[in-house]
């Protein structure tokens, strides 16, 4: 009884948590990005113009809900809710702290691969069904970009596993009690952090949507709540992807002095600066470059790591 | 790839350099003299309109946002009825104070009109008259200009001489 209601506990701490941080994105990240291009960014709403955040939950859920009437009614209204719950369901195998993981599954890497890849189809569904020339682009070019970075990214995290022995993320933080992984798989760390990037489709890879180009792309035709989700399923994915890249390179919640948990959190915020910082400082790619750079250059580096990695693990062992 | 971390230690280095915008309602920011903002009927000095209902900023306005009636007072000055600027149609270019003879119409250094209502936008007179000169001073229409007004008659402006009598021999 006990057992299971801690277990309901660490389950909607996390929601609560992960969807909190999410919200509070809106405002992080148009602080930072104001920091760094001179200027201040939301400042009027509160202290520093922190209920930006609630101002623009309260605008977006009383704005006008279209559905356009050219638009593939039944997959317009599922395609936002998939990446939802793509990228909800992934932060189900993220271990916060020991013990505080929601769902400790032997296979956590394959399952956060499977639910990543899944996200996708969010994106293209959205494109396809919002029958747009725009959209439609916008959907073309993330199932593009999906064929270019998935296979690496898979690959770049077969490093790890060998290195830990194991799928499981809590046993891959275990075995960085020595030394982190970024070390002995710098490269596979780069390779995952690039393709990380372009699974979340932010600015360096943010092709399906290019402003500039596609006026949003994919969800140019969408309005209220369900441009809202796929505003906070972009931001789950960052938070999501900053805490793969914290468990499986940077030791997860390990660390001297503080809680886990608030070690965890610190190297989770470190990344997600760290993407707006890309966010704020790249330009966008052409897709094809990023195809052809993910074909050419990242996917030989991969098996090159596995390669090498494997050859020196049987050595040692 | 040099290139983009260099990029990016750029754009992080830029967190501490100053910030460029200016906190508009609190801080203002400075307009020039020449600035084309709101614009504004002013008066001569001896408090009179300037204006002569002359239409000619009526006709230069690209927008047709100037709308005005002329009429004479007893002493034979003309004088706008009423004068009328949409200023929810204009914009702003300045070819009104360009094409206006006496210095009557002026767009001054202002630019906070913002309304909740789109009819306020509509300014009459007594809204555009100021009761100052603007940038132009000391100069009066009537003193320099040759017509005849009651008290003024022809030649006796300033820099003027008495008419010539053509129908006299006297040189």
């Known amino acids: 009884m006990n057992e299971t209601f801690q277990h309901i506990l660490i389950v909607f701490g996390i929601l609560f948590g992960v969807l909190t941080l999410a919200a509070a994105l809106i405002w992080i990240e148009r602080r930072l990005l104001g920091l760094w291009q001179d200027r201040y960014g939301p400042n009027r709403v509160g202290p520093l113009g922190i209920f930006i955040v609630v101002a623009d ?17 039944k997959v317009f209204v599922i395609a936002p809710t998939v990446i939802m719950f793509a990228v909800m369901m992934s932060w189900a ?42 959209s439609l682009l916008g959907g073309m070019r993330m199932s593009a970009q999906m064929f270019s970075y998935e296979v690496f990214m898979g690959l770049s995290l077969m490093g790890v596993v060998i290195m830990a022995g194991s799928f499981n ?39 399906p949507e290019a402003e500039s180009e596609l006026i949003a792309g994919f969800h140019s035709e969408y309005s209220g709540m369900k441009f809202g989700m796929f ?44 993407f707006i910082l890309l966010r704020a400082a790249m330009p966008r790619p052409r897709y094809d470059q990023l195809l052809s750079y993910g074909w050419k ?18 050595a040692f062992e | 790839m040099i290139s983009l971390l260099k990029s990016m230690w750029y754009v992080f280095l830029h967190m501490f350099s100053k910030r460029v915008t200016v906190q508009y309602p609190e801080q ?41 009636d002329a009429t004479e007072d007893d002493n034979g000055r003309r004088y706008p009825d009423f004068f009328r600027i949409n200023f929810s149609r204009c914009i702003y270019c300045g070819y009104c104070e360009e094409a206006c003879p006496t210095y009557a119409i002026q767009l001054i250094p202002d630019f906070e009109m913002a309304e909740y209502d789109r009819q306020n936008m509509v300014y009459e007179k007594e809204h555009l008259l100021i009761s100052g000169e603007g940038k132009y001073h000391g100069y009066n229409f009537y003193k320099y200009a040759g017509l005849a007004i009651k008290g003024k008659g022809k030649g006796e402006g300033e820099n003027e001489a008495p008419p010539i009598d053509p129908k006299s021999l006297m040189p």
């Open chain 2, 28 to 68: 203002k920011n400075y307009l020039p003299p020449r600035w084309r903002g709101r614009i504004v009927l002013t008066r001569d000095p001896d408090g009179e309109d300037r204006c002569v209902a002359c239409y000619l900023c009526a006709v230069a306005c690209p927008v047709d946002c100037i709308a005005l």
């Open chain 1, 169 to 207: 993320l809590t046993e891959i933080v275990n075995a960085q009690k020595n030394m982190w992984f970024v070390v002995p798989q710098f490269l596979g760390f780069i390779i995952f952090f690039i393709a990380g990037l372009a699974e979340s489709h932010r600015l360096p890879f943010d092709m």
């Open chain 1, 231 to 274: 505003f906070v399923g972009e931001y789950v994915g960052v938070t999501m992807i900053s805490a793969f890249i914290v468990t499986l390179f940077f030791g997860g919640w390990l660390g001297p002095v503080l809680p886990p948990f608030v070690w965890f959190f610190i190297k989770v915020m470190f990344f997600i600066c760290l």
């Open chain 1, 57 to 73: 939950m309260i605008k977006i859920f009383f704005k006008e809900d279209w559905i356009p009437p050219f638009a593939d009614k």
């Open chain 1, 93 to 134: 195998v993220v271990p916060v702290a020991p013990g505080v993981v929601v769902f400790d599954v032997n296979i956590g890497i394959l399952f956060f691969l499977a639910m990543s890849s899944l996200g996708v189809y969010s994106t293209v569904l959205a494109g396809w069904a919002s029958n747009n020339k725009y």
């Open chain 1, 297 to 314: 250059i990242l996917l030989p580096l991969a098996l090159l790591n596995v390669l090498v990695t494997g050859g020196l693990v049987l």
